[in-house]
């Protein structure tokens, strides 16, 4: 079956710009989480859509936002870009919210969004 | 979520088992051990998962010792393709709960030609 896929793969920005990035879970999964991975601080948990809801949020600025479809598909937005939001953005699928297990989780490649 | 400490690098040659050590001294009656890797530029991949038996899949053993404060996850014969960054979480285990993964620095496992 296919896995998770995000687009794009990778992605330059401008300081000031925003960015809006695309997650399609695995076909079933109702889940999408979030995460941003830097060097400096590792796997960061941003938020989790189940049911076109959020369901939980770590803790990022208001810039970092993000909806869920009908479909299952998720997009993340960041607006007003810095430097420091360059970062791996990956999200993961999963078939309820939490799942229960923590083996429940498929991620996808990511996207890396560099800002300049 | 309980904490967790891995050491930062490890190396092991190919062909020869890999044990990754994890410290979870203060890990709750119902928590998980669960051991996911990432290789390098891709996203993070479940590897096991445990409670308080040892666990065995076809990729790797799980032993976690009696008291469960700490486990090892345990690769039988590495090969190249091994070469990861590994990461124990402890998580409670329960449907409905909105509880993320919660990931730490992890190991560097370098498997040696």
């Known amino acids: 079956k296919a896995g998770v896929t995000q687009t794009p793969r990778y992605l330059i920005k401008t300081r000031g710009q925003q960015v809006t990035l695309s997650c399609s879970p695995i076909?079933?999964?109702?889940?999408v989480s979030w995460y941003q991975q830097t060097p400096g601080q590792g796997l960061q948990f941003l938020f989790e859509?189940?049911?076109?809801?959020?369901?939980n949020k770590g803790n990022f600025p208001g810039r970092f936002s993000g909806r869920q479809f009908s479909n299952s598909r998720s997009e993340m937005n960041v607006s007003t870009l810095e430097l420091g939001d360059s970062a791996l953005y990956l999200c993961?699928?999963?078939f309820g919210v939490g799942t229960g297990h923590g083996y429940g989780y498929t991620f996808g490649s990511g996207t890396r969004l560099t800002v300049v | 979520d309980a904490k967790t400490t891995q050491p930062p690098s490890m190396d092991c040659a190919e062909g020869r088992a890999a044990n990754l050590p994890c410290n979870h001294s203060?890990?709750?009656?119902?928590?998980?051990v669960y051991w996911y890797r990432q290789i390098h530029s891709q996203g993070p991949q479940y590897i096991i998962h445990?409670?308080?038996n040892n666990e065995t899949n076809e990729m790797a053993s799980l032993i976690i010792t009696e008291d469960r404060k700490s486990s090892t996850l345990i690769l039988p014969h590495a090969t190249l393709r091994d070469t990861a960054v590994y990461y124990c979480?402890?998580?409670?285990?329960?449907?409905?709960?909105?509880?993320?993964?919660?990931f730490g620095s992890g190991t560097q496992l370098t498997v040696l030609p």
């Open positions: 076909s079933g999964h109702r889940s």
């Open positions: 445990g409670l308080k």
């Open positions: 203060t890990i709750s009656g119902n928590e998980y």
């Open positions: 979480i402890v998580r409670v285990a329960g449907t409905g709960s909105a509880r993320q993964l919660t």
């Open positions: 993961a699928s999963s």
């Open positions: 859509y189940f049911s076109e809801t959020q369901r």
